[in-house]
């Protein structure tokens, strides 16, 4: 008999070391049902040799384990055969119930069989793991209907209780308590660390939406997403814009591959980046070869226009970098304006916090009407600053819709 068990108990093996890593819940109840039929195998091999030891008038108590025995392997063969996994959960949800139950009844009651209908509970835990709390229920009520029924009848099996060793029933009464406390503890054990890598794993992709959440929006308004605030717009009386711009890049680009491309606005903008964290200015956006930032929102601050002139002044050096370490010529405009804005988050799926405003508009003109690699500001922005920092003589801009307007090119700090 202990050969032909042999392969079945290695493919429960097989079969449970296979899906011990793997945490999804088909997985999961398959490597838990595997386990319990496992266990119960190897405990049933104990009864059967056990009683059959005993002597004659025994073997019909022994048959109990080992007609359980042959119930598992053979719809083990089927569900692997037709894939019917439900079916062998079923038949082995049954089995684990009745037939510790079974075991009990024919060797003579609670006291002759040390309990041993407490392996019974295994089928509603593993009912609990395998199908969930609410279709566990009907086996935990069957385990309790079984268990009233072996305590109504005790006196009529203990009646008819086989004759039984005492070493046998310590035996028994050692493995019972033992055994299924140490099966139902390897199993919750499997079940929390399975738990506990799912939570992990949970955790780590929340970290990750978080991290990619703040790549998109600014951490106040990410905040503000995440308490459900879903309508946000805020007005801000004075804030900072800048807007800094390649010139002739489409020109270049048409003479690079898309990598080259990519690649080159990577390094660009990667070091523009570096300067608003360095600067504490929020990145609004990059449109094409376009780089605009904000400061003073929404995070608000005194020195939005200080902060945001003085990385300004580092993007170009920036930028000459990126130029001698990929050979190419590389120059831009930078305009810089100060005023009242509105901001907020647009979209319901695709995020995007904006600008709106004469402000950011003005802001745009000041970079388009700029000078190659010059720093060009109004005179809002110009006031603010010119206790810090060195202009040029005030200029006069042509801005399309306004007319002429005062501007002046940041030189350096003083």
Known sequence: MSESLAPTSSILTRQ????????TP??????????LVLAESLVCIFWIFTLSNLGEGYEVIAAVPYFYLVISYVSLFLFYRFKRFEYFTFTQLVM???????????????????????????????????????????????????????????????????PIPNNVKDA??????????SILYGVLRYFQAQKERVMASLALEQARSEKLLLNILPAAIATRLKDND??????????????????????????????????????VFLRFDYLAEKYQVEKIKTIGDAYMVISGAPELCANHAHRIAAMALEMN??????????????????????????????????????????????????????????????????????????????????????????????????
């Open 26 to 35: 088909a997985a999961l109840g398959k490597s838990i049902l595997s386990f």
């Open 317 to 414: 050096g920036a930028l000459q970098e990126v130029a001698v370490n990929t050979g190419v010529d590389l120059n831009m405009r930078i305009g810089i304006h100060t005023g009242p804005v509105v901001a907020g988050v647009i979209g319901s799926t695709k995020f995007s916090y904006d600008l709106w405003g004469d402000t950011v508009n003005l802001a745009s003109r000041m970079e388009s009407t700029g000078k190659s690699n010059a720093i060009q500001v109004t005179q809002e922005t110009q006031q603010l600053l010119q206790d810090a920092f060195i202009f040029s003589e005030k200029l006069s801009v042509d801005v399309k819709g306004k007319g002429l307007v005062d501007s002046f090119i940041l030189l350096g700090r003083k």
């Open 96 to 162: 684990l119930l009745v037939m510790p139950f079974f075991m009990q009844w024919a060797i003579g009651g609670f006291a002759a069989s040390s309990g041993v209908a407490i392996w019974a509970i295994l089928s509603p835990v593993g009912a609990l793991m395998i199908l969930g709390t609410r279709q566990s229920t009907p086996w935990f009520m069957l385990f309790i209907s079984l268990a009233l029924m072996s305590w109504k009848l005790n006196h009529y099996f203990a009646g008819n209780a086989m």
């Open 172 to 181: 028994f009464f050692l493995m019972n308590i033992t055994g299924t406390a």
């Open 230 to 267: 879903m309508r946000i717009a805020d007005h801000y009386d004075a804030v900072t814009v800048m807007f800094a711009d390649l010139i002739n890049f489409t020109q270049l680009s048409e003479k690079m591959s898309p990598t080259q491309l990519i690649d080159l606005l990577s390094q």
């Open 16 to 23: 449970f070391w296979r899906r011990f890593s793997d945490p």
